[in-house]
Structures are given as C-alpha cells and as structure tokens.
C-alpha cells in the first residue's frame, strides 16, 4: 500500500496544479471537494491525464454528494451523462460515510445491526468454546466498529444496542454466570489493570473521535491548503499531542478502576489488584494456539476468570481431601489437596523447557545437592539434610561449563497467612 501511494504521488501534484479542488487520496480511491465547477474540471482532467499514468476512472463506482439540495438539477445536467450518480443524502466512503446528519444516523444504525448479529453469533460460540470466543472478539470483531467510532462523531448513543448485546448475551455466554453492573465495569477495564479488555462501545465513542481528530489535525491542514509534502508535520508537536492524549487515557482508566473497587469487596479488590500486576494477564492476551497449550476448554477458561475474580465455581467440592471446607483460597493452599505442588511443578517443567530451548546443556530437574558437613560458614537456612535437592539445574546459563541450580517456589497472597500482607512484602518473602 505505501509503495502505491508514492506511484500516484505524480498524479496527484499535477492534478493540483492545474485543478482548485481539494483532494484527498488512499491508494487508488480518490476524492476532492469544492463547487461544482471546480469538481466537473477536476474530473476531466483526471479523466484526460489519468492514461499516461496508468490510471483509468471508473463512473460507476464514483458518486457525487451535494452539500446543497439546491444544486441538484444542475448537478445532474452536469455528471449523469458521464455516468457519475448524483447523491443528496449520503454515502459510505473508505468505511466511515460522508453526507447529511440523517443519513450519517441510518448508516451507523445499520452498522450497529449488522454488529448486534454478530455478537449474537458469536455468543452461541462461546456458550462451548469461550476461550475462541474472547480472543476472536477482542482481537477481531470489537476493532470493526473502532474505526467508524474515529470518523464519525455524536454516535455513543447508537452504540447502546450494541453495548445491550455484549452485556446480556455474550458475556454471560462467556463466563457462564449472570453479569451484574460491576462485573460489566470490570471486564470493559484494560486487561493490564485487571479487566478482560471488553470495552463498552457507548463509553469509547465520543473518545475515540476526540483523540483521532487531534493526531490527525496536521494532517487535515496539509490537505485542506494542497501540500502534498510532509515536512510540514511538526512531529515534536505531535508527539507532545499523542502524550497528553495517552496522559488523558491513562487518567480515566484509573479513576474507572477505583470506581469499580468503590463496588467490590476488600476481598474483590484484593483479587483486582492481583490481577493488575505484570504479567497477571498474559494468558488472556496469547492467542489460543492448540499446538503450543494455549487453548482452554470451557471448563479451564471460565474457572481461570472465577479465580482471578474470586467468584464461585459451582462445581468444585464442597469437602477439600484434608477434609476441610473447600473453597479457591483453601485449594490453592491446601497442601494435602494437591494444587500448590501442581502449580509448582508446571512452573518447573516449563522453566526447563525454556532452557533447553534457549540452548543450555545438561537440564536436570530435581538435581541432588553435594552433600557437606555442618559448618559454622554456611548460612542458617542452608539444607544439609541428606538427598537434599533443588528443582531445575543446566549448565550455560551464566557461563558455558558452569551449573547452576534454581529453586522454584509459589505461593498464594490470598492464604489466611498472607491475605492482609501488602503484595510487595510477598514477593520479597517468597
């Protein structure tokens, strides 16, 4: 596409030259504004050099929108018998649309339709498979209306539909429980401060458009007086113009997490906290790739949001194996119960993947440690007991014939013994 643009870059500066309508050109899709004189020049002499440059007009797919319902009888003199449709209302242009309020209101309705099926589509999948159903919609199906929300401005309210449908169906669909106001206002967080990234379309509209005409404003200029050339771009200025957007972002993120912490429990902030620490969220952001183990099933996806949420899952036993009342905190603590060693060893087995495929040698798990005496040098915590062993050992790590050994440990900050314990001081513990 850019090298495109640079073949019709010759087209384009003649075509200013010898012509006063505006342009605006993407690729092969052109376009220009101004009185109908200027436009009916512009189009012959687009029509007489657009040969030689291997450029051929089609009438059929051009149109002409009026501003002024006045001009159409002489509009239509003019362009009907060159074969270009002459249009009062409106019509679509490069996926946003141009034309009056009316048509610009009937366009996004109809947009906002078509996407209202979708996601009714899309929530008969994830009542199987959630997982695809997620990833598909917050790396696919969720960015087609972003862009129309860039271009066309005043259209939150258009959106509610929409917002109705992602609400009521496909999230329920998705996480398999009934979907309460702050449950909504938690997923449409960004998933790095513990959301699901499921934004709320009637909330990003007016944002959107505001941010796209401000990094866009240079641009615009450039266009509307005819410079075809780029240096004009103060891009120190526009990427003051990016920051104080990004600032502005940023700024309402947090004052919608602290709105929905106001909402939950200390118990549910605790696990939003959680949630927002680095890497918390990667497994939603992978897509999920069968071959690499990325893929959940119905059961794993919805359980891995109720335990990063602290929500119920109905089917997990009432009585733990120790024989205890069972519950999330209690199973990722129980040792007798077995999730803190299976947690455990996916982590050490995985490590030892990465280094052997990162290129080191001699990868043991569970290596044993050198036997040795007791000593007044050694450390207090110094395991001197016998068979004692670490969890992962390889060599090349840090030097190429030197081993070395590495101790896994994990933990869970919502343990009785951990949970008024700031997240920090568990990390240096651990």
Known sequence: MPFYGVSTA???????????????WYADDSSACGTLDEILHWWETLSKIGPKYGYCVNAKKTILILKNSNDLHRATKLFTPLGVKVSCSGER??????????????????????????????????????????????KGLSHKWTFLQRTIPNVSEMFEP??????????????????????????ALPVKIGGLGIYNPTKTSDREYACSKAVTKQHVDLILSKNQSTDGIRKDELQT???????????AQKVAYKNV???????????????SEKGASSWLTALPLENLGYSLNKQEFRNAIK????????????????????????????????????RHNAIRDVEAMLMREAGCVDVRIEPGL?????????????????NARLDISARGIFGT??????????????????????IDDIYKRT
């Not at 010759?10 to 605006?24: F, G, S």
Request: hydrophobic share 30%.
């Open 10 to 24: 010759e087209i384009i500066e003649e075509l200013n030259d010898l012509c006063d309508a505006v342009q605006a």
């Open 370 to 386: 050198l036997e040795c005496e007791t000593d007044n040098s050694m450390s207090p915590r110094t395991n001197i007991q016998p």
């Open 93 to 138: 242009h490069l996926g946003a649309v141009v034309g009056t309020d009316e048509y610009k209101t009937k366009y996004v309705k109809s947009q906002v339709q078509s996407w209202v099926k979708s996601v009714e589509e899309l929530a008969k999948i994830a009542a199987d498979e959630p997982h695809f159903a997620y990833s598909c919609f917050t």
């Open 261 to 275: 912490c106001d909402n939950l429990t200390p118990k549910g902030k605790r696990c939003l906290e959680l949630s």
């Open 307 to 342: 335990v990063r949420y602290n929500w119920s899952i109905p089917e997990m036993p009432k009585y733990c194996a120790c024989g205890s009342q069972n519950s999330i905190d209690h199973a990722l603590s129980c040792k007798k119960g077995g999730y803190p060693i299976l």
């Open 241 to 251: 113009v990016k920051q104080e957007l990004k600032n502005e972002k940023i700024l």
């Open 162 to 187: 929409l917002e109705e449908a992602i609400k009521n169906k496909l999230l329920p669909a998705m996480l398999g429980k009934q979907i309460t106001p702050t449950d909504r206002d938690m997923a």
């Open 401 to 422: 014939y030197e081993r070395t050994f590495c101790d896994v440990r994990v933990t869970h900050p919502n343990c009785p013994s951990n949970v008024f314990k700031p």
